[in-house]
């Protein structure tokens, strides 16, 4: 028994734009962990480019940026660095 | 000749003199070589997003030059043997650079040191969504409703068509608000009250 009072399901959807392409000023390198750090989950994860809407040629390029900074430990691998 | 930058990290609670001189001993590695110094930069000590041989602070250094393959190996190699070089990084910035047009524009100055590394609960809430990817959107029935009693998927909107059955949680409801105000008054009759109204 469905209800017609019952409202449609909406589909928001906001168009999402590269941040590198809309600023050309902004900037990506391994040496900025602020900028780094909205495009990785809190675990330390590389966010998807369907979610942050990072064109195919930033996206590449924010790989390898955040990947050298982990590796000097500017960024974390992963939330919990244990060691076992 | 390339243009390569290096990143290395010492232990971070060096004496000075010994900082200065394993300063020293790197850069005379790429002079030394017919590799020329671009600039260098002293990011001092700064917090590590994960510990490096027990070491949450590292304290970081900066070279920019302009080399061959063979000089950026050798440097790595005294960096790996040596036991306070905690970690480096050293990336190829370009590819058959002109020296000395290079030199001449040499006016940068070295890198100003970062803000510390960001925290990692994120600003936006668009990136908040943990390591799941997308779920879409949830389904509305279950979402801030006021889920009166029972089963709440067929609980009502408060409304004025309703059916007899399903209008009876708001007069359950009803009558509980009036028991909350009654005790004020007389609280031994209010509580005996309330079940002959539902009756």
């Known amino acids: 028994m469905r209800r017609p009072q019952q409202r449609r399901k909406k589909s928001f959807s906001r168009k999402k734009v590269c941040r590198f392409c809309t600023d050309k000023e902004y900037e990506l390198n391994y040496k900025t962990p602020r900028t780094l750090g909205y495009f990785i989950t809190e675990r330390g994860k590389i966010i998807p480019r ?35 | 000749m390339r243009e390569y930058e290096t990143v290395y990290l010492l232990k971070p609670d060096l004496p000075s003199d010994q900082l200065s001189t394993l300063k020293e001993k790197f850069t005379q590695t790429i002079t030394k070589g017919e590799g020329h110094m671009l600039s260098q930069g002293d990011w001092g000590k700064r917090k590590l997003a994960y510990d490096l041989k027990k070491n949450r602070y590292g304290h970081y250094i900066y070279l920019q030059y302009l080399s061959t393959g063979p000089i950026v190996s050798n440097l790595e190699r005294l960096l790996k043997l040596d036991d306070s070089v905690l970690k480096f990084l050293t990336v190829k910035l370009a590819d058959k650079v002109d020296v000395e047009e290079r030199l001449k524009n040499l006016g940068e100055a070295p890198l100003a040191p970062e803000e510390p590394a960001p925290s990692r609960a994120q600003e936006s809430p668009q990136y908040r969504r943990g390591d799941r990817g997308d779920r879409g959107d949830r389904p509305y029935r279950d979402r801030d409703r006021d889920r009166g009693e029972g089963d709440h998927r067929s609980s009502p909107r408060p409304s004025a068509e309703r059916s007899p059955s399903e209008s009876k949680p708001k007069e359950k409801e009803a009558s509980k608000e009036a028991s909350k105000e009654v005790p004020k008054e007389a609280p031994t009759e209010a509580p005996k009250e309330t079940p002959k109204e539902e009756a």
Do not use: V
């Open chain 1, 50 to 84: 369907r979610i942050t809407g990072n064109c195919a040629y930033h996206q590449r390029a924010l790989t390898t940026e955040i990947k050298r900074a982990r590796t000097i430990a500017f960024i974390p691998y992963t939330a919990t660095h244990t060691n076992y």
